[in-house]
C-alpha cells in the first residue's frame, strides 16, 4: 500500500448548524441510558478528590497536570470554568491552601481533566505545585466554578477569544471544546505573550487551525522586541489590531482572560469597535484585592452548595438524580444576592416541548390532577359498562363500554359539550381530558398541538382506560 | 378611449361596466388629465366611486402584502387580511404552505374567520357550522332531508399566495400579473440573509389613519418631511431622497455624515456579500418596487437614538449589526426595514376612501428572549412615534382633499418617489379601465 499524501478537495466539511454542548440533550432526556449519562452533565459544584496522572510541561513557564476524580466519575463542567484545589503546601498541618486554577481541558473529554499552572517564582504555591503535583498526587477539590464560559446551546456560534499570558487556560478549553464538537462555529483567538517562544499550546493551537476551518489564531507579542522570523502581530492590543483579526468583532461574543490591565483596555477597545457590553465576558487573572474576594465569595457558596448536595444525596441518591433538571431549561449558576444557585437558561429550539397551555400545565405539574379537583369518588354515578368517565365539572361519573362513542355517552347523561359534524371534522366538541387513555379517529378537527396539550375530541373517541374529562 | 356601459356584465364583473357612462367619462377623465409631477384631484381621495375603483384595479389585481411567515408559523396558524370589501385568510397548512381564502362562507356569506389571527384546524362558521377543510372544501354541513346538496359545489373560494424569503403576499386576481416572480428575484438575495423563518413577532400595531390609502403611501415615499419626526431622525439620516446639490446649509453636516457612513457600509456589504445597491423600477413595471440598504446614524445598527442595537441578537447568519437598514417599497401597499437586529413591516389595508389601517410588525431573531435580549417599549419606540406623526400628516392632507379650496400642488425634487407611485397607481387604473 502506498498512502498518498497528496491534498485532495479543499471543500469545506458540512456542518449542523450552531453549537451544542453535548451534555445538553442528555440532560433534556430522562430514558434509558440517557439517564445513566446524567453524571455528564455541568452539575452544581461538588467536593471530590481527584489524582494527578500526568504532568505536561507547557511553554511560556507553565506546567499542565492532568487529573481523575478518585471515585471514577467524570468531571462535568463548563468551558471556562474554574476549580478550587486545597494544595497542603505546609504539608497536612496546618490548613491547606486553596487556589482557583482554571480548567484549561475540554469538558467533551470528561474523564480526565487538566489544569495548567504558570510558575510564578515570588508565589506562595505555583511553585509548590511544580515541584510537587506528580503522577499519584491526590489532592482535594470543589468546583465546577464560574460563570465564565461557553454557552450550552449557541446557533450563532461566532466568538473572539482574546487572552494574555496564562489566561490562555480557559481560552484553550474553549477552543479544545469547540473542535471537538460538530457545528458551525467561527473563532478567532488573538493571543498576547511576553517572549516568541512563551505562547502555551502554541502547537496544538496551529494544529487546530490547520485542521479546524471554524478556527483562527493570532499572536502578538505586545510592545516587546521582535525577534527575527517572528511571523505574528506586534504591538499591544488597538482598535486597529482587533478590526485586523476579526473586522466583524461587533457581531461576536467576546470571551476575554488576562491580567486586569490588559482587560481594562480590551474592555475600551471593544466598545470603540462596536461590541456590546453585554457580548463581553471576562476573566481576572489578576491577584488584586477585589478579583481574589469575588473568587473567594464564589467558592464559598459553591462549598456550602455542594454540601448540600452531598447531604441530599445521602439521604437518598436515587430520589437526587431523578429530581435533576430535565426540561432544556438549563441552569447557569447564578449566584444572587441571597447566594443561592438558581436555574435559569433558555430553552433550545428544537426539542423544546410545546409551551403548555394553561390546561396542559394543570395536567403535567402536578401529576395527580384530581387532588384540586373535587373528589368525583362523590359523584353520582350514571349507565352501564366497565369504565367510569368522571367529569368534573358536571360532577359526574358516567360508565362507558370501550366501543362506545365518548360524546354520544356524555350526551346521553346530559354532560354539556357543543358539537356539530360528529365526526372529528369541526373541533368544536373540543374539550381537556385530564387523565386516561382514549382512541381518537379524528379526520383535521384537532392539530397535533393541541392533543399534545391534552385535548381531544370526544366524537370520534372511544375510552380505553378510566377517565377524568374537563368538562 | 373610454369603456363603453355595452360591455356585457359577465365581463369579469367589473364595475366600470356597471357604471352609468356620464361618471365612468367623468372618473376616465380624471385619470386621463392627472397633471403629472402634481398631487391628485381630491375626488382620488374622497370619492367612494373611486376607491371602489381602487379597491378593483389596484387591490383586485395585483399581489398585495399580507403578512410575514412569524405571523403564521405553524400548520393551522392564520391570519385575516380585509381590505375595502375583501377579507382573506392566510392560513399555514399542513404542507408548510399557505393558503389563502376567501373569508365568506358559501352558506350565507359570513365571516368565517372573525379573528385577526388565531389557529384553527378546519374552518368553521360561526353562523351554521359550514365546516372546510384547511385547502377551504366544505367537509361538512348538516343536511337533514337535503337529497340535492353537494358539498363539493360549495368550496370556499381560493386566492392566489406566493411566499418569498418569508414575506407572504396575496392576489385575487384570476390572473395575477406575471412579472411578480422577476420582482421577486430582485428583493429575494437583499433579504434572504436575515432569515425571516427564524424570526418571531415581538410586537405588532394596528393604526387607523383617517385618511385615503394613497395619502398614506405617497407620505411614506419622501422624507421632504423628516424633519417632522425627531426621533426617527436620530437614526435614519433625514437627507434621505436628497442629492449632491440638494442639500440645505442646515443639513450639509448631516449629508457628510451619512456619506461617510454610507461608504463604511458598502466595505461592510462588500465583505459579507451583501447586496446594496438601490433597484429603482416604481413605475416602470407592474410589480413596482425600490430596494437598497442604506445606512444609519450613530452606530448604523438600528432605529435607536444613538443608532445602537435594540435586539442582542443578530438574524439570521448575519456576522455583523452595522447593517444599517435594508428598505424595501413595494407597490400598492407595503414597505419594509430589514436591519441586523430586527425587521419592521409594514402593510397598508384600505378601509374606505377616507380610513386606512396601517399595520406595523417588529420581528426578532426566535431565540431573543424578551426583556434579557430586547425590551419591546424600546424597540418599538422610533416606529411608534413616527407612525403617531405620519398618521397626523396624512389626516391634515385628507382635509386639505376636503376642502374646495384644495387643488393639486407640486411634488419636489426630492419627491420623485411619491410622483413614481402616483405613476404607478394611474397607469394601473388605466389599463384596468381601457
Known amino acids: ?471 | 378611449m373610454t369603456a363603453s356601459v355595452n360591455v356585457p356584465l359577465n365581463s369579469r364583473g367589473k364595475l366600470a361596466a356597471t357604471l352609468p357612462a356620464e361618471q365612468l367619462a367623468e372618473i376616465t377623465a380624471l385619470f386621463e388629465f392627472r397633471r403629472t409631477g402634481h398631487s391628485l384631484d381630491a375626488p382620488f381621495y374622497t370619492d367612494s366611486t373611486i376607491f371602489k375603483i381602487d379597491m378593483e384595479a389596484i387591490f383586485g389585481q395585483h399581489w398585495i402584502f399580507a403578512a410575514s411567515t412569524a405571523e403564521l408559523p405553524e400548520p393551522g396558524d392564520y391570519v385575516t387580511v380585509d381590505y375595502g370589501p375583501y377579507s382573506l385568510i392566510v392560513l399555514r397548512n399542513d404542507d408548510g404552505g399557505v393558503n389563502i381564502l376567501h373569508n365568506v362562507c358559501r352558506h350565507r356569506g359570513a365571516r368565517v374567520l372573525t379573528d385577526a389571527a388565531g389557529t384553527t384546524g378546519n374552518l368553521v362558521c360561526g353562523y351554521h357550522s359550514w365546516t372546510y377543510s384547511p385547502e377551504g372544501n366544505l367537509i361538512h354541513a348538516s343536511a337533514p332531508g337535503e337529497t340535492k346538496f353537494d358539498k363539493g359545489c360549495f368550496g370556499l373560494k381560493r386566492a392566489h399566495g406566493r411566499e418569498v424569503a418569508g414575506l407572504i403576499f396575496a392576489c385575487i386576481a384570476d390572473e395575477p400579473p406575471a412579472d411578480f416572480d422577476e420582482t421577486a428575484k430582485i428583493f429575494e438575495p437583499y433579504l434572504a440573509p436575515h432569515d425571516l423563518s427564524k424570526t418571531k413577532i415581538a410586537y405588532q400595531q394596528n393604526i387607523i389613519e383617517e385618511g385615503n390609502w394613497k395619502l398614506v403611501m405617497e407620505n411614506n415615499r419622501e422624507c421632504y418631511h423628516c424633519d417632522g419626526h425627531p426621533e426617527l431622525a436620530c437614526s435614519l439620516f433625514p437627507t434621505w431622497g436628497l442629492t449632491e446639490g440638494l442639500i440645505p446649509a442646515h443639513l450639509q453636516e448631516v449629508w457628510d455624515r451619512n456619506k461617510e457612513a454610507q461608504s463604511t457600509l458598502e466595505d461592510r456589504c462588500r465583505r459579507y456579500g451583501l447586496p446594496y445597491e438601490v433597484v429603482e423600477q416604481l413605475d416602470t413595471r407592474i410589480a413596482g418596487i425600490r430596494i437598497s440598504r442604506e445606512s444609519l446614524d450613530g452606530d448604523g445598527e438600528s432605529f435607536s437614538p444613538d443608532g445602537h442595537r435594540l435586539s442582542k441578537k443578530l438574524l439570521g447568519d448575519l456576522r455583523d449589526f452595522r447593517l444599517g437598514r435594508c428598505s424595501m417599497h413595494l407597490q400598492p401597499n407595503s414597505w419594509f426595514h430589514f436591519l441586523g437586529d430586527h425587521v419592521v413591516t409594514f402593510g397598508v389595508f384600505p378601509i374606505n376612501e377616507h380610513q386606512t389601517l396601517v399595520r406595523t410588525t417588529w420581528l426578532v431573531a426566535d431565540d431573543a428572549v424578551e426583556g434579557i435580549d430586547y425590551d419591546p417599549e424600546k424597540l418599538t419606540y422610533t416606529w411608534k412615534q413616527t407612525n403617531l406623526q405620519d398618521k397626523a400628516f396624512v389626516e391634515l392632507c385628507q382635509q386639505g382633499a376636503g376642502s374646495p379650496a384644495y387643488e393639486p400642488g407640486p411634488y419636489m425634487k426630492s419627491e420623485y418617489q411619491v410622483e413614481a407611485f402616483i405613476n404607478w397607481y394611474v397607469q394601473r387604473v388605466q389599463e384596468h379601465l381601457a
Request: glycine share 10%; hydrophobic share 40%.
Open chain 1, 1 to 471: 500500500m502506498i498512502e498518498v499524501l497528496t491534498e485532495t478537495g479543499t471543500q469545506e466539511p458540512q456542518r449542523i448548524r450552531g453549537l451544542e454542548m453535548p451534555w445538553n440533550r442528555v440532560m433534556g432526556s430522562n430514558e434509558g441510558a440517557a439517564r445513566a449519562a446524567h453524571a455528564l452533565g455541568p452539575w452544581h459544584p461538588q467536593e471530590f478528590m481527584a489524582e494527578c496522572v500526568e504532568t505536561v510541561p507547557e511553554a511560556g513557564g507553565m506546567m499542565t497536570f492532568v487529573f481523575r476524580r478518585c471515585d471514577g466519575a467524570p468531571l462535568a463542567f463548563r468551558a471556562g470554568q474554574y476549580v478550587n484545589v486545597a494544595f497542603p503546601v505546609n504539608g497536612e498541618e496546618p490548613e491547606p491552601v486553596d487556589r482557583s486554577y482554571s480548567l484549561s481541558s475540554s469538558p467533551t473529554e470528561p474523564w480526565t481533566f487538566n489544569i495548567t499552572v504558570k510558575c510564578d517564582p515570588t508565589g506562595l504555591v505555583s511553585p509548590w505545585v511544580h515541584a510537587n503535583v506528580k503522577p499519584g498526587t491526590v489532592l482535594e477539590m470543589l468546583g465546577p466554578v464560574g460563570a465564565f464560559h461557553l454557552p450550552d446551546a449557541d446557533r450563532r456560534a461566532r466568538y473572539l477569544l482574546l487572552a494574555a499570558g496564562a489566561g490562555i487556560t480557559p481560552i484553550m478549553s474553549m477552543v479544545r471544546t469547540i473542535h471537538s464538537l460538530p457545528g458551525q462555529a467561527d473563532v478567532v483567538v488573538l493571543y498576547h505573550g511576553a517572549a516568541a517562544g512563551g505562547f502555551a499550546f502554541h502547537k496544538e493551537l496551529a494544529y487546530t487551525a490547520s485542521v479546524d476551518s471554524r478556527v483562527k489564531v493570532f499572536y502578538s507579542l505586545g510592545d516587546r522586541s521582535i525577534p527575527d522570523g517572528w511571523e505574528g502581530l506586534s504591538g499591544r492590543l488597538t482598535a486597529a489590531m482587533l478590526e485586523e483579526v476579526a473586522p466583524d468583532a461587533n457581531g461576536r461574543q467576546v470571551y476575554a482572560c488576562g491580567p486586569e490591565g490588559y482587560l481594562n483596555t480590551a474592555t475600551e477597545l471593544l466598545k470603540k469597535v462596536g461590541v456590546d457590553d453585554t457580548s463581553i465576558y471576562m476573566e481576572f487573572f489578576s491577584g488584586d484585592r477585589q478579583t481574589l474576594l469575588e473568587y473567594q465569595a464564589e467558592v464559598a457558596l459553591a462549598a456550602d452548595f455542594a454540601e448540600g448536595i452531598a447531604e441530599e444525596i445521602a439521604e437518598s441518591a436515587e430520589d437526587y438524580y431523578e429530581s435533576q433538571p430535565t426540561a432544556f431549561g438549563l441552569y447557569e449558576p447564578v449566584y444572587d444576592a441571597d447566594g443561592t444557585l438558581e436555574a435559569s437558561g433558555l430553552p433550545l429550539e428544537i426539542v423544546a416541548p410545546e409551551a403548555p397551555g394553561s390546561d396542559a400545565s394543570a395536567e403535567s405539574a402536578g401529576g395527580e390532577p384530581e387532588a384540586a379537583s373535587p373528589d368525583a369518588s362523590s359523584f353520582d354515578t350514571v349507565g352501564t359498562g366497565s369504565l367510569t368517565m368522571s367529569f368534573m365539572r358536571t360532577g359526574i361519573n358516567v360508565r362507558i363500554e370501550p366501543s362506545e362513542r365518548i360524546l354520544e355517552v356524555a350526551h346521553r347523561a346530559g354532560v354539556r359539550i357543543g358539537a356539530n359534524c360528529k365526526e372529528g371534522m369541526c373541533g368544536s366538541c373540543k374539550v381537556v381530558k385530564l387523565s386516561g387513555e382514549i382512541e381518537m379517529n379524528h379526520q383535521g378537527g384537532i392539530r397535533a398541538r393541541e392533543i399534545s396539550a391534552g385535548k381531544f375530541l370526544p366524537c370520534c373517541s372511544t375510552a380505553r382506560t378510566d377517565m377524568v374529562i374537563d368538562a
